[in-house]
């Protein structure tokens, strides 16, 4: 079955450094998202790409960055992580622009110490 | 994209139906209604959607007020895995989906 998958499902890191959390969909969907939930809120945009070598900034996009190389994945990168940047991070996807039910995966904790 | 309003939490009896209000007043005509909810810390997960006319599908109907102000998500017959946090969000076809804090509803025994 087609399936979206988000790598490491939890992850410790300190501050300043590079951290990459993978998300990888076999739908072959054109659209894919990043969202970051916060304890006891809803799911902010973060980055978004509707194809291979597109990319735009979502709402909550300083800090973070993404690169879109295939259909299959799209890796979201914190340059140097902060503290404020513990969070969920939510991957989804969705076929293209004319309908909008997109697949969430699994999440990623991520904890900057 | 437009705003929504839905009460912070609900509660529900199992086996009756949950109605789950959500006022939209400055929807757009070309502005859908989705309904996804999330189930303790997983992803969020896609029910329904619908632009003017009621709709049905396996997991729940979406009634959607006659100037589209106001819908109501309704689970016929709850269940304790229905217990979860609702968001209702209205988009343009293609648009980006912005979740606000949703309705938390409690399905007890």
């Known amino acids: 079955d087609a399936e979206i998958t988000q790598s490491p499902r939890h992850k410790i890191t300190e501050t300043g450094r590079q951290v990459t959390l993978a998300c990888h969909q076999t739908w072959n969907h054109n659209n894919m998202f990043w969202y970051r939930q916060d304890l006891g809120h809803g799911l902010r945009l973060i980055h978004y790409?509707?194809?291979?070598?597109?990319?735009n900034k979502g709402e909550v996009s300083d800090g973070y960055s993404v690169s879109r190389s295939n259909t299959e994945d799209l890796p979201l990168t914190l340059e140097s992580a902060a503290s404020s940047q513990t969070s969920v991070y939510f991957c989804a996807s969705r076929q293209d622009t004319t309908y909008n039910e997109q697949f969430f995966g699994p999440g990623t904790r991520l904890t900057v110490l | 994209d437009a705003k929504t309003t839905q009460p912070p939490s609900m509660d529900c009896a199992e086996g009756r139906a949950a109605n789950l209000p959500c006022n939209h007043s400055?929807?757009?005509?070309?502005?859908?209604v989705y309904w996804y909810r999330q189930i303790h810390s997983q992803g969020p997960q896609y029910i329904i959607h619908?632009?003017?006319n009621n709709e049905t599908n396996e997991m729940a109907s979406l009634i959607i007020t006659e100037d589209r102000k106001s819908s109501t998500l309704i689970l016929p017959h709850a269940t304790l895995r229905d217990t979860a946090v609702y968001y209702c969000?209205?988009?343009?076809?293609?648009?980006?989906?912005?979740f606000g804090q949703g309705t938390e509803l409690s399905v007890k025994p």
């Open positions: 790409s509707y194809g291979v070598q597109d990319t």
């Open positions: 619908g632009l003017k």
């Open positions: 400055t929807i757009s005509g070309n502005e859908y």
């Open positions: 969000i209205v988009s343009n076809q293609g648009g980006k989906l912005i």
